[in-house]
């Protein structure tokens, strides 16, 4: 089930989609524009530190497959020769009225320029496809049959518990935490909505839901007896046999 908002559905089709774990500690996803995604470690720890939880995870993927379809990668390289330009300026301008032989002024003020551009102009534009991103993100989510509201409550996580130095917004290609959190807040109605009206997302949750309780138990056998039992990874429970639920799921599942 599930899939892209229907407005970019035809533009998902053409991406051959993989996703890549790097074991690096920063804190960071990303995409790329040929529909890899690349996930490091620390942020899959950080995640894990929350909830643990597929719909999390399936959100910060949703954001990143949104980079793609939006293409805010190409969107950013065609605003450079705009920047470019307006930096141009700025340094003719100052250049004109310096006298000769003042070129470490010019040189200073091209660092100052170069500064302010980015903050003015190229920042506050990162940020917006930041927050685009988390839209269609819950909504690609939502589509695949995993709980948005899970992301939205993450970022509010993350931002109660300072996981991360976050910086100055102002100086910042991502909005801050809190800024994010409240932004998914809003769209939660509607994300909402399409996760109830995608068919077959009842059944689809039922079942991950009880494949979910099923990880939890893993099989042993006892030495001295060589009898298998199971135990319950969540409370350390023994048991000789799983719950009568859970047995037709390890069937069809082929597992444990």
């Known amino acids: 089930p599930g899939g892209a908002p229907p407005e970019l559905a035809p533009l998902a089709e053409g991406f051959a989609w993989r996703v890549h774990v790097v074991e690096s500690r920063d804190f960071n996803a990303s995409a790329l524009p040929n529909g890899h995604i690349v996930v490091n470690t620390g942020f899959l720890d950080v995640v894990d530190g929350y909830d643990r939880s597929d719909d999390t995870l399936a959100g910060v993927l949703g954001h990143e497959m949104a980079h793609v379809l939006l293409g805010h990668a190409a969107e950013k390289c065609t605003h450079q020769p705009a920047l470019d330009a307006v930096e141009f300026l700025m340094l003719s301008l100052v250049w004109s009225v310096v006298p000769i032989g003042a070129e470490v002024f010019y040189k200073v003020f091209q660092g100052v320029s170069q500064t302010a551009v980015e903050a003015v102009l190229q920042l506050p534009f ?34 109660s518990r300072k996981v991360a130095d976050e910086g100055i917004e102002f100086l910042s290609t991502h909005p801050e935490s809190k800024k994010r959190s409240r932004n998914m807040a809003k769209l939660l109605p509607e994300a909402k909505e399409i996760l109830k009206e995608t068919p077959m997302c009842s059944e689809f949750r039922a079942q991950m839901a009880e494949i979910a309780r099923l990880e939890r138990w893993s099989r042993h056998r006892d030495p001295v007896t060589g009898l298998a039992f199971y135990v319950d990874g969540r409370s350390g429970g023994r048991e000789w046999v799983l719950p009568e639920d859970l047995r037709g799921m390890q069937h069809r599942l082929g597992g444990l």
């Open 126 to 159: 990162s940020r917006a496809c930041e927050l685009e991103a988390d839209s269609v993100g819950m909504r690609i989510a939502a589509r695949a049959c995993y709980d948005p509201s899970k992301v939205a409550d993450f970022w509010t996580w993350f931002a």
